[in-house]
């Protein structure tokens, strides 16, 4: 085991043990649970307790996570149906634990099938539809590339990813809608458990924004083609959500574009061990990606989307 995970399962531990109802999960058996570049996260079986504990690191927030926003919204994810039941959500010791989803067996990568991409559209128009607690933080995409932005070294940023951002942030124009959103669909963020159920975890980005970025977040995570970003689209509308596909297409790029500036904000702040050769391929592939696609995706939505219409 890596140092670090060393250095987190105890102070871990010394979190879990400092609560009646997670003391006994202290002296249990932890399992790492892989797939996060931003939190250390285990499965802890002790005797009648199936338990998965996330411990967040140091210096999320400078990223655009929120405990203290997610200690607030979990509960209400919970009664919904939309995430696990919560045992103890602590942000000053940056510790969460929830029940332990058992999964069915699969790749991935099955998060783009048809079948998960209706579900999810489902998923995401119910979480859009429920009244959030008063207080919560706004997450605004144009302000977070620019705070994400602002933060990098010189020799980091590329002024022409930035100008292209500018302007499709313009065309999609102030929150449209605010709606709860998460933020951060990805396939190791959907647990499919053995019944069947699609869940929702890891929260910590969520609070009040536009949805159309919780569909951009799924497109583009699930690196979902454009016939099946129409189908969620579709599927969004079909059950009561607003959606256009050619702002989603504006979104999907600006969503990547926030994605890499967090990547290379964690690769600037990565020690050595920390993950960092992962997040520097992550970072590369999203800006030869963005590359690409940004002449397209301005040209395209030319004469399709006017966000003052």
Same mark, same amino acid.
């Given at each position: 085991?890596?140092?670090?995970?060393?250095?987190?399962?105890?102070?871990?531990?010394?979190?879990?043990?400092?609560?009646?109802?997670?003391?006994?999960?202290?002296?249990?058996?932890?399992?790492?649970?892989?797939?996060?570049?931003?939190?250390?996260?285990?499965?802890?079986?002790?005797?009648? +307790?199936?338990?998965?504990?996330?411990?967040?690191? !140091?210096?999320?927030?400078?990223?655009?996570?929120?405990?203290?926003?997610?200690?607030?919204?979990?509960?209400? #994810?919970?009664?919904?149906?939309? !995430?696990?039941?919560?045992?103890?959500?602590?942000?000053?010791?940056?510790?969460?634990?929830?029940?332990?989803?058992?999964?069915?067996?699969?790749?991935?990568?099955?998060?783009?099938?048809?079948?998960?991409?209706?579900?999810?559209?489902?998923?995401?128009? +119910?979480?859009?539809?429920?009244?959030?607690?008063?207080?919560?933080?706004?997450?605004?995409?144009?302000?977070?590339? *620019?705070?994400?932005?602002?933060?990098?070294?010189?020799?980091?940023?590329?002024?022409?990813?930035?100008?292209?951002?500018?302007?499709?942030?313009?065309?999609?124009?102030?929150?449209?809608?605010? /709606?709860?959103?998460?933020?951060?669909?990805? !396939?190791?963020?959907?647990?499919? &458990?053995?019944?069947?159920?699609?869940?929702? #975890? &890891?929260?910590?980005?969520?609070?009040?924004?536009?949805?159309?970025?919780?569909? !951009?977040?799924?497109?583009?995570?699930?690196?979902?083609?454009?016939?099946?970003?129409?189908?969620?689209?579709?599927?969004?509308?079909?059950?009561?959500?607003?959606?256009?596909?050619?702002?989603?297409?504006?979104?999907?790029?600006?969503?990547?574009?926030? +994605?890499?500036?967090?990547?290379?904000?964690?690769? /600037?702040?990565?020690?050595?061990?920390?993950?960092?050769?992962?997040?520097? +391929?992550?970072?590369?592939?999203?800006?030869? &990606?963005?590359?690409?696609?940004?002449?397209?995706?301005? *040209?395209?939505?030319?004469?399709?989307?006017?966000?003052?219409?």
């Amino acid at each position: 085991m890596r140092p670090e995970w060393q250095e987190a399962e105890r102070a871990a531990r010394a979190a879990l043990a400092t609560h009646a109802a997670t003391a006994v999960l202290a002296v249990a058996t932890f399992e790492p649970v892989a797939g996060s570049l931003s939190n250390f996260a285990w499965h802890v079986s002790a005797p009648g +307790q199936d338990r998965f504990v996330r411990y967040a690191r !140091a210096g999320n927030e400078q990223l655009g996570a929120d405990l203290h926003a997610e200690s607030e919204l979990r509960h209400l #994810v919970a009664r919904a149906g939309l !995430a696990p039941r919560v045992v103890r959500c602590d942000p000053s010791a940056r510790l969460l634990v929830t029940q332990w989803l058992a999964s069915a067996k699969g790749d991935p990568s099955a998060g783009g099938c048809d079948r998960t991409i209706r579900q999810v559209a489902a998923m995401l128009c +119910q979480l859009h539809e429920l009244t959030p607690p008063a207080g919560v933080r706004v997450v605004d995409f144009a302000v977070q590339a *620019r705070r994400l932005g602002a933060a990098l070294p010189a020799e980091a940023v590329r002024p022409a990813l930035a100008a292209c951002a500018e302007e499709v942030l313009s065309r999609l124009g102030p929150v449209h809608a605010q /709606a709860l959103c998460h933020h951060d669909v990805h !396939a190791q963020n959907l647990v499919t &458990d053995r019944a069947g159920r699609l869940w929702l #975890v &890891d929260w910590e980005y969520a609070g009040l924004g536009d949805p159309v970025f919780d569909l !951009a977040s799924c497109a583009s995570q699930l690196e979902l083609s454009a016939a099946r970003a129409g189908l969620l689209c579709d599927e969004y509308v079909r059950v009561g959500g607003t959606a256009e596909l050619s702002r989603l297409d504006l979104a999907r790029w600006a969503f990547d574009y926030v +994605q890499w500036l967090w990547y290379r904000g964690l690769l /600037a702040a990565a020690a050595p061990g920390r993950d960092g050769f992962e997040a520097a +391929q992550r970072a590369e592939r999203i800006e030869c &990606d963005l590359q690409m696609r940004a002449s397209g995706v301005l *040209r395209c939505n030319n004469h399709r989307f006017d966000h003052n219409d």
